[in-house]
């Protein structure tokens, strides 16, 4: 736990946020001199929590921050270039984040996967937003696209393997078509664990899945919207059946983004 120089520990206010369809209200802590001392006498381990969950978001309230004015500055080129400068820093900052809270996580698994699915809002600027998820022990998040986006992932807890892809580029439309094969590439696999980074971009690797390992792992998403919708889809292809000798190409074909697990 990091050291404060002062028992005077300050969160914002409530705020509400839905993305994506996900909603979630964050409730406010403050936390002074004489309120940390009633806590003391009454429950040392209600002030212990108190004091663990501000610990945990002041890196993130910092990167919110600190990180404003250059990230919009990057953002403005949207070019596959200028979205590579922009990913990078973000992604050399925000390995300063240690933890961050999990109280945004909804306790109601995503579209109904099992073993779960958590997601949770943790975090917004002027330039991103911060989706906090959470991956039960041999949790599978299916391959899924970015459309218009760049995502910078900060894995916190756990070990999940992360597999991005690309799409043959004459791939039918992800919005409408869900019988025609197509096929995707390989780009990147590594095992993610605790203060990895990976990125992706609206040009370059932006579909993406996890597999959580026997712990399960957690994480932070930096998602840009470039002008977007909000739509995306998923998609479906034998993870075990290649269509080359080196293992990276295969058939796939879109799926939506309306599956139900259970």
């Known amino acids: 736990m990091k050291r404060f120089d002062s028992m005077r520990l300050f969160l914002l206010p409530a705020v509400e946020s839905d993305v994506s369809g996900y909603s979630e209200q964050r409730r406010a802590l403050l936390i002074g001199a004489p309120v940390a001392l009633a806590l003391v006498l009454s429950s040392p381990s209600r002030l212990v929590a108190a004091m663990q969950q501000l610990t945990s978001d002041v890196d993130l309230q910092r990167f919110l921050a600190e990180s404003l004015d250059r990230v919009l500055q990057l953002k403005s080129d949207v070019s596959a270039g200028g979205q590579d400068e922009y990913v990078s820093y973000l992604e050399r900052a925000v390995t300063a984040i240690d933890d961050v809270s999990k109280d945004p996580l909804s306790t109601k698994s995503w579209k109904g ?129 290649s269509e080359d000798s080196a293992g990276l190409v295969y058939r796939a074909r879109w799926t939506g983004s309306n599956i139900q697990r259970n």
Request: with cysteine; glycine share 10%; hydrophobic share 35%.
């Open 113 to 241: 996967f099992d073993p779960g699915v958590f997601l949770g809002i943790s975090g917004r600027n002027r330039a991103f937003f911060i989706v906090q998820w959470r991956l039960a022990p041999g949790a599978f998040l299916p391959p899924h696209c970015h459309p218009k986006t760049s995502v910078c992932t900060l894995s916190l807890e756990g070990a999940s393997t992360l597999r991005h892809f690309e799409v043959d580029p004459d791939a039918p439309s992800y919005r409408y078509d869900r019988e025609t094969e197509f096929l995707i590439r390989e780009t990147r696999r590594l095992r993610l664990t605790a203060g990895m980074t990976s990125t992706l971009t609206e040009h370059r690797d932006n579909i993406h899945l996890f597999e959580a390992g026997p712990n399960g792992a957690r994480g932070i998403d930096v998602t840009t919207d470039y002008g977007g919708d909000g739509t995306f889809s998923f998609l479906e292809f034998d993870r075990h059946k």
